[in-house]
């Protein structure tokens, strides 16, 4: 037996939930590179779609319509089989630098230097400005979201064919070739990010560029961000950056800007691709408090278990019962014959 069998548990028995600092040696892979993943500050993004091209290019995805969908620039609308990478364009009002509130919805007023819209700070003559007249100030929110890579990966999980595995690099990544197109883990996802594609109804997501990560290149999206909104690293590395990101736009009075999906110890352990967000998690289309959707698995089957035994007890007392009547009715018989 090899010296990573010699732990607490054994490769394939990996936890379903809480902490987990070893994701990839979990599932085994002894000697593993560190854990890599994506750092997405948001406060950088210029929405040129460069990442959504990036990815398409390099995994030969397919189109996933050409149409306009009416949603600022936002055409892709969210991630899905044939779009891996997507980025969200979210238009807000916020109020004027006077301190008047915002409206609802609205968030605080970003640092000097954003990026601002044409007239976004024009005044109309009656003291109101391209904001509707309230006196605010139009913005966008631009992000580029991608699969999560969660530490604790239901999709992995649920899998019944091995499809989706866990890489060296504590990656996800699905095999489409074996992938027989059950679904189980599309509504594992707590983030919504899998998805079936219609025309053949496997599995497709975000591979974080495993072939390029096996070759030491970083994956496509990162290279062609211009902005570096984009940043791929070791994860520890990534997450001390991030939070000096946070300290910086707080000390620039973006008071707002806040990490998502950094922490280990989070309902799903901590993502493989964490961000950076100037507004609640919800603006974004996020979830404010994702759970790994297996996590409870374990109390289920105990309790699938218990009741199991119960209903086995109860149908044996059922057929036991009358059978230990007929016999006593027949062992008193024979004793009475027995005193005669």
Known sequence: MTDHLLGDHLPGDRLLSGAEPDP???AGHSGAPPRTGFFTDTSVCI???ACEVACKEWNALPEDGLSLSGMSYDNTQGLGASTWRHVAFIEQEVPA???AEAPAGGGPPTAEGRTRLPLADTDDGNGG???GGTGGELRWLMASDVCKHCTHAACLDVCPTGSLFRTEFGTVVVQEDICNGCGYCVPACPYGVIEQRPSDGRAFKCTMCYDRLGAGQEPACAKACPTESIQYGPLDELRERAALRVDQLHAAGVTDARLYGHEPDDGVGGDGAFFLLLDEPEVYGLPPDPVVTTRDLPAMWKHAGAAAL???G???LAFAGPALKRFGRAT???GRKGRR
Request: proline share 0%.
């Open 97 to 99: 630098r006077g301190g």
């Open 332 to 334: 008193g018989a024979t």
């Open 47 to 49: 929405g040129c779609k």
């Open 314 to 316: 109860g149908i044996a």
């Open 310 to 312: 119960s209903l086995a």
């Open 129 to 131: 400005g391209a904001g």
């Open 24 to 26: 990839a040696g979990d």
